[in-house]
């Protein structure tokens, strides 16, 4: 029985890999924009995150899997939110803030058929001023994700994707040293989680 089960399995990811590779990918450009929560341990001071972000693809010829590149500006959203506002007698105004990054990531992209699966690892550089919501400038960061690539038209060069990811910012969680110059929405230094969901309007080059 097992060994049929084991046959059965190797049989169907077979099939799946040949039908990945029906059809012919292409080097694609995209770009899109990511709405979130967040977990872990910045949940209770910034609970909303998002991101806007720019991707390449570049498929490996006989197979189902293509490289990536991305860029992205990543926001984590304060719980009382942000409001920016000007004045001509008082000036400038806020409320709430953001905290701020780059994820600068490369990785790989298995497609089975429109589904596919990705790994994303990289750098994450800190953009934020002022008081301090992290004790690292630049971090680690890593991104696996699951989506489906809809293409339109005969040539397949138009794209949607649409994908839900988990990213992690990784810091080592500790007690700032000073807390006077750290932001009042964070209770610690530590690391910056995400389930985020993705749209991305794609282009075959």
């Given at each position: 029985?097992?060994?049929?089960?084991?046959?059965?399995?190797?049989?169907?990811?077979?099939?799946?890999?040949?039908?990945?590779?029906?059809?012919?990918?292409?080097?694609?450009?995209?770009?899109?924009?990511?709405?979130?929560?967040?977990?872990?341990?910045?949940?209770?001071?910034?609970?909303?995150?998002g991101?806007v972000g720019?991707?390449?693809?570049?498929?490996?010829?006989?197979?189902p899997v293509?490289?990536?590149a991305?860029?992205?500006?990543?926001?984590y959203?304060?719980?009382?939110?942000?409001?920016?506002?000007?004045?001509?007698?008082?000036?400038?105004?806020?409320?709430?803030?953001?905290?701020?990054?780059?994820?600068?990531?490369?990785?790989?992209?298995?497609?089975?058929?429109?589904?596919?699966?990705?790994g994303d690892?990289?750098?994450?550089?800190n953009?934020n001023?002022?008081?301090?919501?992290?004790?690292?400038k630049v971090?680690?960061?890593?991104?696996?994700?699951?989506g489906?690539?809809?293409?339109?038209?005969?040539s397949?060069?138009?794209g949607l994707?649409?994908?839900?990811?988990y990213?992690?910012?990784l810091e080592?969680?500790q007690?700032?040293?000073?807390?006077?110059?750290?932001?009042?929405?964070?209770?610690?230094?530590?690391?910056?989680?995400l389930?985020a969901?993705?749209v991305?309007?794609s282009?075959?080059?």
């Amino acid at each position: 029985m097992k060994k049929t089960l084991l046959s059965l399995a190797i049989l169907i990811c077979a099939v799946l890999t040949v039908k990945a590779q029906d059809d012919d990918l292409l080097p694609r450009f995209s770009a899109g924009f990511g709405v979130g929560v967040t977990t872990g341990p910045q949940h209770s001071g910034f609970p909303a995150a998002g991101s806007v972000g720019l991707k390449g693809e570049y498929p490996i010829a006989g197979s189902p899997v293509c490289i990536t590149a991305s860029v992205a500006y990543q926001f984590y959203v304060s719980s009382d939110g942000y409001n920016y506002s000007y004045n001509s007698n008082y000036g400038e105004s806020t409320t709430g803030t953001i905290a701020s990054f780059v994820p600068v990531m490369a990785g790989a992209r298995v497609y089975v058929n429109k589904l596919f699966f990705e790994g994303d690892v990289g750098a994450s550089f800190n953009l934020n001023s002022g008081k301090s919501y992290t004790a690292q400038k630049v971090a680690p960061i890593l991104s696996p994700s699951i989506g489906y690539g809809f293409r339109f038209g005969s040539s397949q060069k138009i794209g949607l994707d649409l994908s839900l990811s988990y990213e992690t910012r990784l810091e080592k969680t500790q007690t700032p040293s000073d807390p006077s110059t750290v932001s009042p929405y964070i209770s610690g230094y530590g690391a910056y989680n995400l389930v985020a969901f993705h749209v991305a309007f794609s282009l075959g080059l």
